[in-house]
């Protein structure tokens, strides 16, 4: 991991001098024999673990999923080439809408409550000069519970009945009983709130990182010009985390989109689709009894191909920032 | 997105292991400290920051832990108080025997077992081709293993699945079979990359040397790469740990088989039928055991997730 320059240099030299490599080789003529004795055969040998499940597990369903999308499939009878047919049926289902609706309000949501969180926590954090360990274990350890049993608790935290956890906790505020899960309004909040909680440590580890990687000189720079912790923290410490931030937040993106447990676990869509989100509407299509592997498909392509053209917008937007 | 970076130290390796010399310093310079508009304030942020870590992130897991032991009609009536008819330990042992919690939590180890070793030997082999042998298509391969860091997992979901059902060529079904889900685990671009990048800066010296004295590349691997990657080794673990125990969506879809099945499948499943104590007991024994593990290895845990976000941005 810790490298230094003194090394890449001498490896350059050496891939200049080294008789065995470089264009020295390419020039003699190439048999199958001398492939063997130069090693080709062990090397491709110790490269089949990474072909054959790279192969079989990565580049095939890749190219699979895009054959897919243009034929009808269901497994009991043999595959159509039925044209853009999936995709229009995808984009003329009523459901689309909503489910695009709540999934961005799920990200809107995520990114109000669990962006800024983490940034100030991590930036508290990095000036604690005791026991800091411990605040870190402290903010990781929700990232360490299984999602599953995440969720499955906070279902009990929501139930709506007066004594439920949250509701007695409200009460002592003298608020509530919320409906928590059970109202078309409050589920998504609530499906978020625990979607951040479960999250944000591993956020906040990235942000600390970062944030020791700072160079003190720029501080040290800092203070001869007279500026006080505000203005550290908003003129050297912001720009400086500037690369990591732009990060963080076009990955929150991108995972918010492809969010499945919480809804699914939560609420299973309800009440009154108020949760569907997209990924729960592509497993729905395969695997919610239809058995319609087409029409799934071609929605997690039409969503991946959202996803790469805001990821390409931002980085185009962002580099002319972050340089 | 994906450019994989190792994070370049500005000060030495090692700082965070030895807290307990710090010479380094942060926003608030120590003439800072001294100032007492800075140190109050300071002070204060860093004790209500303990506090809400402690409601927030401890607190969940200790109601849980309260509520493990505690009779359902406690925890249906007054959830917030403690003990009021006493503790029920009968709950943990009901949930881990009765309801089988051994059983799938061995399935779950099983396999987040399987899951790392596929996913070491795939990063190790592959990142030694990509980064020391250096074959002729080794740009190519490269190249392909970085692309599917760009799609997203969405996409795979699908095709992966009927790909599991019907394995191109030796035509086998993997369904209900643990290697459905050891093998596509193999297949993170992440993993290989981290460790191409970590032989990339190994000095080449060392295999030229092993090479001068007659080692062919199975024995360079074996002695000299396999011992030097030790430390990414770790951190390669860790990540394929968590991932494994974390996994639901993929392990639902694949094992049908209750028998099969892990226990992030199988609680929400016990939830239906299961009284809720017994159920909370469940729970909290299958958050104990990560915890464990976590405050164990925490260093590298949180280490690994530092990482995580260098080699991401």
Same mark, same amino acid.
């Given at each position: 991991?810790?490298?230094?320059?003194?090394?890449?240099?001498?490896?350059?030299?050496?891939?200049?001098?080294?008789?065995?490599?470089?264009?020295?080789?390419?020039?003699?003529?190439?048999?199958?024999?001398?492939?063997?004795?130069?090693?080709?055969?062990?090397?491709?040998?110790?490269?089949?673990?990474?072909?054959?499940?790279?192969?079989?597990?990565?580049?095939?369903?890749?190219?699979?999923?895009?054959?897919?999308?243009?034929?009808?499939?269901?497994?009991?009878?043999?595959?159509?080439?039925?044209?853009?047919?999936?995709?229009?049926?995808?984009?003329?289902?009523?459901?689309?809408?909503?489910?695009?609706?709540?999934?961005?309000?799920?990200?809107?949501?995520?990114?109000?409550?669990?962006?800024?969180?983490?940034?100030?926590?991590?930036?508290?954090?990095?000036?604690?000069?005791?026991?800091?360990?411990?605040?870190?274990?402290?903010?990781?350890?929700?990232?360490?519970?299984?999602?599953?049993?995440?969720?499955?608790?906070?279902?009990?935290?929501?139930?709506?009945?007066?004594?439920?956890?949250?509701?007695?906790?409200?009460?002592?505020?003298?608020?509530?009983?919320?409906?928590?899960?059970?109202?078309?309004?409050?589920?998504?909040?609530?499906?978020?709130?625990?979607?951040?909680?479960?999250?944000?440590?591993?956020?906040?580890?990235?942000?600390?990182?970062?944030?020791?990687?700072?160079?003190?000189?720029?501080?040290?720079?800092?203070?001869?010009?007279?500026?006080?912790?505000?203005?550290?923290?908003?003129?050297?410490?912001?720009?400086?985390?500037?690369?990591?931030?732009?990060?963080?937040?076009?990955?929150?993106?991108?995972?918010?989109?492809?969010?499945?447990?919480?809804?699914?676990?939560?609420?299973?869509?309800?009440?009154?689709?108020?949760?569907?989100?997209?990924?729960?509407?592509?497993?729905?299509?395969?695997?919610?009894?239809?058995?319609?592997?087409?029409?799934?498909?071609?929605?997690?392509?039409?969503?991946?191909?959202?996803?790469?053209?805001?990821?390409?917008?931002?980085?185009?937007?962002?580099?002319?920032?972050?340089? | 997105?994906?450019?994989?970076?190792?994070?370049?130290?500005?000060?030495?390796?090692?700082?965070?292991?030895?807290?307990?010399?710090?010479?380094?310093?942060?926003?608030?310079?120590?003439?800072?400290?001294?100032?007492?508009? =800075?140190?109050?304030? #300071?002070?204060?942020?860093? &004790?209500? !920051? *303990? @506090?809400? +870590?402690?409601?927030?992130? /401890?607190?969940?897991?200790?109601?849980?832990?309260?509520?493990?032991?505690?009779?359902?009609?406690?925890?249906?009536?007054?959830?917030?108080?403690?003990?009021?008819?006493?503790?029920?330990?009968?709950?943990?042992?009901?949930?881990?025997?009765?309801?089988?919690?051994?059983?799938?939590?061995?399935?779950?180890?099983?396999?987040?077992?399987?899951?790392?070793?596929?996913?070491?030997?795939?990063?190790?082999?592959?990142?030694?081709?990509?980064?020391?042998?250096?074959?002729?298509?080794?740009?190519?391969?490269?190249?392909? =293993?970085?692309?599917? #860091?760009?799609?997203?997992? &969405?996409? !795979? *979901? @699908?095709? +992966?699945?009927?790909?599991? /059902?019907?394995?191109?060529?030796?035509?086998?079904?993997?369904?209900?079979?643990?290697?459905?889900?050891?093998?596509?685990?193999?297949?993170?671009?992440?993993?290989?990359?981290?460790?191409?990048?970590?032989?990339?800066?190994?000095?080449?010296?060392?295999?030229?040397?092993?090479?001068?004295?007659?080692?062919?590349?199975?024995?360079?691997?074996?002695?000299?790469?396999?011992?030097?990657?030790?430390?990414?080794?770790?951190?390669?673990?860790?990540?394929?740990?968590?991932?494994?125990?974390?996994?639901?969506?993929?392990?639902?879809?694949?094992?049908?088989?209750?028998?099969?099945?892990? !226990?992030? @499948?199988? +609680?929400?499943?016990?939830?239906?039928?299961?009284?809720?104590?017994?159920?909370?007991?469940?729970?909290?024994?299958?958050?104990?055991?990560?915890?464990?593990?976590?405050?164990?290895?925490?260093?590298?845990?949180?280490?690994?997730?530092?990482?995580?976000?260098?080699?991401?941005?």
């Amino acid at each position: 991991m810790m490298t230094s320059t003194t090394v890449r240099t001498s490896e350059a030299v050496l891939r200049e001098e080294s008789p065995q490599r470089g264009p020295g080789r390419a020039r003699r003529r190439r048999t199958p024999v001398t492939w063997v004795r130069g090693g080709g055969l062990s090397t491709l040998v110790i490269a089949l673990p990474l072909l054959l499940v790279f192969g079989l597990f990565s580049w095939f369903p890749i190219v699979r999923a895009v054959v897919m999308s243009f034929q009808f499939t269901n497994l009991v009878t043999p595959a159509e080439w039925v044209g853009l047919e999936n995709f229009t049926y995808v984009l003329s289902d009523p459901l689309l809408t909503t489910a695009v609706r709540n999934t961005l309000w799920f990200a809107l949501l995520a990114l109000v409550l669990g962006y800024p969180v983490p940034l100030v926590a991590a930036v508290l954090m990095s000036e604690v000069r005791r026991m800091r360990g411990l605040y870190a274990a402290l903010a990781y350890l929700p990232v360490v519970v299984p999602p599953v049993v995440a969720v499955l608790l906070w279902k009990t935290f929501y139930s709506a009945s007066e004594t439920g956890v949250f509701n007695t906790i409200a009460g002592w505020f003298g608020l509530g009983p919320f409906p928590w899960l059970q109202d078309q309004a409050w589920a998504m909040p609530s499906l978020v709130l625990e979607a951040t909680w479960a999250a944000a440590g591993g956020t906040v580890i990235i942000y600390l990182a970062a944030l020791t990687g700072v160079a003190p000189e720029l501080y040290d720079a800092a203070e001869v010009d007279g500026a006080g912790v505000w203005r550290k923290v908003w003129h050297v410490t912001m720009p400086q985390l500037r690369g990591v931030l732009f990060v963080t937040f076009i990955l929150q993106i991108i995972g918010t989109a492809q969010v499945f447990t919480e809804p699914y676990l939560f609420t299973g869509g309800g009440p009154a689709n108020s949760t569907t989100t997209v990924l729960l509407m592509i497993y729905n299509y395969a695997f919610g009894g239809r058995g319609d592997y087409g029409a799934a498909t071609a929605l997690s392509l039409l969503l991946a191909l959202v996803l790469a053209v805001l990821s390409a917008v931002y980085f185009k937007l962002t580099s002319r920032w972050s340089s | 997105m994906a450019v994989v970076t190792t994070p370049a130290p500005r000060r030495p390796a090692g700082r965070r292991r030895a807290p307990a010399s710090e010479p380094e310093r942060g926003i608030v310079s120590d003439a800072d400290r001294r100032r007492r508009s =800075v140190r109050w304030p #300071l002070r204060a942020s860093h &004790v209500a !920051l *303990l @506090v809400a +870590l402690v409601v927030v992130g /401890l607190g969940p897991i200790l109601w849980l832990a309260k509520a493990a032991v505690t009779p359902t009609q406690d925890t249906l009536r007054t959830p917030m108080a403690l003990f009021p008819h006493g503790v029920d330990w009968a709950n943990l042992s009901e949930a881990w025997s009765r309801f089988e919690i051994d059983h799938y939590f061995g399935n779950t180890m099983w396999l987040a077992l399987g899951s790392w070793a596929v996913q070491l030997v795939v990063a190790v082999t592959g990142g030694y081709v990509l980064s020391v042998l250096r074959p002729a298509y080794g740009k190519v391969l490269t190249a392909l =293993v970085l692309g599917t #860091l760009f799609v997203p997992a &969405v996409v !795979l *979901l @699908v095709p +992966l699945y009927l790909t599991v /059902l019907d394995v191109p060529f030796v035509h086998v079904s993997l369904i209900n079979s643990f290697w459905a889900v050891w093998l596509p685990a193999g297949a993170s671009a992440f993993n290989v990359l981290l460790v191409k990048r970590f032989f990339d800066n190994l000095p080449r010296e060392i295999f030229e040397a092993a090479r001068v004295d007659g080692a062919g590349p199975f024995r360079v691997g074996w002695s000299i790469v396999v011992p030097l990657s030790k430390p990414i080794l770790g951190v390669v673990s860790v990540f394929a740990f968590i991932a494994a125990w974390k996994d639901f969506l993929w392990p639902l879809l694949v094992l049908r088989d209750v028998d099969k099945q892990p !226990l992030s @499948v199988r +609680l929400p499943a016990l939830e239906s039928y299961v009284e809720l104590d017994v159920f909370l007991a469940a729970l909290a024994i299958s958050t104990a055991i990560p915890i464990v593990i976590f405050l164990i290895f925490q260093r590298t845990f949180l280490r690994g997730a530092g990482l995580g976000g260098a080699v991401k941005g």
